[in-house]
């Protein structure tokens, strides 16, 4: 089953507006990762927060991280039409202390030029 | 280019048959993944390998089973194929104590 629920489930926008996709997740972690996935590709990792981490930027790309709420925010700016793809998190298993991935539902983004 | 690559990428077989999909992580990454996506279900952990040996087991069914060679290619092999079992299915790879992980583009299997 998943960990997390992502929501929204879908956006879509105009070019140069901001996305923002939120993800909620059920147990403790050691970190928290975002992928994307353009159309029945491979994954793709974005960037990686730990769970001692409140922000972390990459690029148009800012992640925050709740773990007292459980949740974290994937904010992209400056969207563009390239930007179009499905966007997970994921969250690692602290209590087999593995490095397996439990994803989320994912969010669909679609960026309009 | 992720570096891992996955063979076939397409895979068409019908209900009870078996097969096997190939995976090569990228060069000096001994851990490899399996994971199964498919509409209901989304993307589940299907088991890790490290160096060989399995280290984590997740939504895995007993009709399917997986190996990691000494070369560290690997290889999952899914028997009595139901329909149900129609997914995308991405190996990725990770060097051990790094949490990121680098997938390859996928095999889709069809089971007709």
């Known amino acids: 089953s998943q960990q997390g629920e992502e929501d929204p489930q879908a956006l879509s926008i105009q070019e140069g507006e901001n996305a923002t996709m939120n993800c909620s997740y059920k147990?403790?972690?050691?970190?928290l990762q975002w992928y994307r996935q353009n159309s029945g590709r491979g994954l793709v990792h974005l960037i990686l927060?730990?769970?001692?981490?409140r922000e972390k930027h990459s690029g148009r790309l800012r992640v925050t991280l709740d773990t007292s709420k459980k949740s974290s925010s994937l904010l992209i700016t400056a969207s563009r039409a390239a930007d179009t793809a499905s966007y997970f998190c994921?969250?690692?298993?602290?209590?087999?202390?593995?490095?397996?991935?439990?994803f989320g539902t994912g969010t669909r983004l679609l960026v309009s030029p | 280019d992720s570096g891992v690559t996955q063979t076939p990428k397409h895979l068409i077989t019908a209900t009870g048959q078996r097969v096997t999909l190939r995976c090569s992580p990228r060069?000096?990454?001994?851990?490899v993944y399996w994971y199964q996506q498919s509409l209901d279900q989304g993307l589940q952990f299907l088991i890790q390998?490290?160096?060989?040996?399995?280290?984590a087991k997740g939504n895995i069914l007993e009709r399917f089973s997986a190996q990691q060679f000494p070369d560290l290619h690997s290889e999952l092999n899914l028997s009595s194929l139901e329909l149900g079992d129609s997914a995308l299915y991405f190996c990725?790879?990770?060097?051990?104590?790094?949490?990121?992980?680098?997938f390859g583009p996928g095999t889709r299997l069809t089971v007709t």
């Open positions: 990725a790879s990770s060097p051990w104590g790094d949490y990121e992980q680098y």
């Open positions: 994921a969250t690692d298993d602290v209590d087999t202390g593995f490095q397996k991935l439990v």
């Open positions: 147990t403790s972690i050691n970190n």
């Open positions: 390998y490290y160096n060989g040996e399995e280290r």
């Open positions: 927060i730990r769970s001692n981490e």
């Open positions: 060069s000096g990454d001994l851990s």
